[in-house]
Structure formats: C-alpha cells, structure tokens
T-cell receptor, first 115, second 115 residues
Framework: NAGVTQTPKFQVLKTGQSMTLQCAQD?????MSWYRQDPGMGLRLIHY???????DQGEVPNGYNVSRSTTEDFPLRLLSAAPSQTSVYFC??????????????FGPGTRLTVT | GESVGLHLPTLSVQEGDNSIINCAYS??????FIWYKQESGKGPQFIID?????DKRQGQRVTVLLNKTVKHLSLQIAATQPGDSAVYFC??????????????FGQGTILTVHP
C-alpha cells in the first residue's frame, strides 16, 4: 500500500491563480479530509468527505473547493490564490466505524507559497 | 480566540530520560483524543489514542493520561531516544452526530532529545 499520496510536494503561485492539490489513498477509506498547517500552529480542517459524492466544510473552508467522485481521490481546489493561503496542506484518510472516524493517516504534505 | 503564537512550547530532555508532554483541551463534550508525532518535513504520524471512558492507556514506550475534570491530556514517553525528537500534537474529537473526523488540534510541543 502506498497509503496517502499528495502531489505536488511544492508549488509557487501568483495571487489570483488557481490550482488543484491532488490527494489519493489506496486503503479504501471512506473518510478523507484536508488540513492546512501554518507556522507555529496545529492543523486546521478545511473540508472533509465521508464518502464518494459527500463533502462538507471544516473550520476554514473559504477560498477552497473539494469534490469526491471516487473513494480514492479527494482533490482540493484553490479558486483564486491569495498570500493568506501560503501554508502546508495535508490530506488525511481513515475508515469510518459506526459513523465515526478514529485514527487518521496523513499524507506527506504540499508546501504552497502564494506571492 | 485562537492563539497565533510562532513560539511553540519546547521540552528538552536527555536520552534515556522519561518525557511528559501536556495538553489542555477545550471542548468538554470531546470524547476521543489522539496524539500525533510530526517530524520535520513530514505529515503527522499516529502515536496513541484514548476514549473518554478511560483515564489511561499504554502503548509501546508511550502512555496517555486523561483527566476530564480539568480537561487535561498528557503523553508520557519512556526512555526517550533521539529519534523521538519531533513536534507532538494532541487532538480532540466528539463522537456521534456529524462530528466524524473533525479533529481539533492543539498548538504542538517541540521535543528535543539530546544524546
């Protein structure tokens, strides 16, 4: 198993550009999520999904879109990049047990800089 | 409100000592807690978790203690090794309803182990 994979590892964008961060998992996990991590802070939840076709907002969803067309993939779209979106982005997945997500497996992260 | 500090709490120990990392959680309704380890340039890695119906849980060289009265969580690492050097995050979640995997992360603690 490759686990949770993310591409690209690094990305530099200009303000106003759009892009998609890719996330894939091969563990057949129902639950997938996106977090951002800013310097000196913990991770904050952006969006999450409990299965194909089902997504919902987390703590900091503004400026980001997600979709979940398959169990394996959960891309994160930045619609119009802003310097405030400079951060490290982590994707995570976990199985659902009784409708609850326990241990989440994290990808290696994408470091995004917006100039 | 959320603290935006750039200076994480730090803990320095000598190799072979026991380490104790503390965490105060915010939501008295939280009933699932998890500790993650994050090495530089990598995604968070699961260490140990605990449900609110327990006050102690042991893993390999690690013990998590939960005090619901004062909303406090601690991670004890026995015989700390240089490879334990990392940032340690606690996270909380509330089972049931639509909470799913909405982990709320703490700020993190930097553990440095000196040979």
């Amino acid at each position: 198993n490759a686990g949770v994979t993310q591409t690209p590892k690094f990305q530099v964008l200009k303000t106003g550009q759009s892009m998609t961060l890719q996330c894939a998992q091969d563990m057949n996990h129902e639950y997938m999520s996106w977090y951002r991590q800013d310097p000196g802070m913990g991770l904050r939840l952006i969006h999450y999904s409990v299965g194909a076709g089902i997504t919902d907002q987390g703590e900091v969803p503004n400026g980001y879109n997600v979709s979940r067309s398959t169990t394996e993939d959960f891309p994160l779209r930045l619609l119009s990049a802003a310097p405030s979106q400079t951060s490290v982005y982590f994707c995570a997945s976990s199985p659902l047990s009784g409708g609850f997500s326990y241990e989440q497996y994290f990808g290696p992260g994408t470091r995004l800089t917006v100039t | 409100g959320e603290s935006v500090g750039l200076h994480l709490p730090t803990l320095s120990v000598q190799e072979g000592d026991n380490s104790i990392i503390n965490c105060a959680y915010s939501n008295s309704a939280s009933d699932y807690f998890i500790w993650y380890k994050q090495e530089s340039g990598k995604g968070p890695q699961f260490i140990i978790d605990i449900r609110s119906n327990m006050d102690k849980r042991q893993g390999q060289r690690v013990t998590v203690l939960l005090n619901k009265t004062v909303k406090h969580l601690s991670l004890q690492i026995a015989a700390t090794q240089p490879g334990d050097s990392a940032v340690y995050f606690c996270a909380e979640n509330r089972a049931g309803g639509t909470s799913y995997g909405k982990l709320t992360f703490g700020q993190g603690t930097i553990l440095t182990v000196h040979p």
